[in-house]
T-cell receptor, first 113, second 112 residues
Framework: DGGITQSPKYLFRKEGQNVTLSCEQNLNHDAMYWYRQDPGQGLRLIYYSQIVNDFQKGDIAEGYSVSREKKESFPLTVTSAQKNPTAFYLC????????????FGQGTRLTVV | GEDVEQSLFLSVREGDSSVINCTYTDSSSTYLYWYKQEPGAGLQLLTYIFSNMDMKQDQRLTVLLNKKDKHLSLRIADTQTGDSAIYFCAETDQTGANNLFFGTGTRLTVIP
């Protein structure tokens, strides 16, 4: 079955540690996105990638980094520079950038203690 | 910049109609979207409307678009307990990046 997979579903890390969230898709989509979701707020865009080996900062990129070495994969690293990293992180993909439908993964809930 | 606003909460009784409202600022958005998020899960596209339309119906869902007032609504007929979720309105960012810009989400609770 085609889809977009995030792992792990829950992640706990100590303050000051970097952590990498995985996102894989087998939909052959060119575009991939990372969003952060906090209670009472909409989704905020962290980074997006329109094509392999290219990515752009979204609205809240500070403290995060990404790579897009393969079409299928768009991992997100939450660095120690991110001041408030505890959140629900959602990865999405679309057939191309600005495509009609974005497909979302099930999310990763990151808790930093 | 874009600003998409929604009420945070809505409660309805099972069998009644639900109306979820959204206001947006960017009148040049080509598409406007409704996404549904069930607890602990990602978002799922419910429906979308092209900006030159004023209404779209899909089974129990009706989307109304008032471009003059920049108001979008989602009506769910015969609301069921399985409709309990968070509903997000979204528009496309017209700054050139063409990204989706989401509202805060409306948490719909259906009371049996």
């Amino acid at each position: 079955d085609g889809g977009i997979t995030q792992s792990p579903k829950y992640l706990f890390r100590k303050e000051g540690q970097n952590v990498t969230l995985s996102c894989e898709q087998n939909l052959n989509h060119d575009a991939m996105y990372w969003y952060r979701q906090d209670p009472g707020q909409g989704l905020r865009l962290i980074y997006y990638s329109q094509i392999v080996n290219d990515f752009q900062k979204g609205d809240i990129a500070e403290g995060y980094s990404v790579s897009r070495e393969k079409k299928e994969s768009f991992p997100l690293t939450v660095t120690s520079a991110q001041k408030n990293p505890t959140a629900f992180y959602l990865c999405a993909s679309s057939i191309d950038h600005g495509g009609t439908e974005a497909f979302f993964g099930q999310g990763t809930r990151l808790t930093v203690v | 910049g874009e600003d998409v606003e929604q009420s945070l909460f809505l409660s309805v009784r099972e069998g009644d109609s639900s109306v979820i409202n959204c206001t947006y600022t960017d009148s040049s958005s080509t598409y406007l979207y409704w996404y549904k998020q069930e607890p602990g899960a990602g978002l799922q596209l419910l429906t979308y409307i092209f900006s030159n339309m004023d209404m779209k119906q899909d089974q129990r869902l009706t989307v109304l678009l008032n471009k003059k007032d920049k108001h979008l609504s989602l009506r769910i007929a015969d609301t069921q307990t399985g409709d309990s979720a968070i509903y997000f309105c979204a528009e496309t960012d017209q700054t050139g990046a063409n990204n989706l810009f989401f509202g805060t989400g409306t948490r719909l609770t259906v009371i049996p």
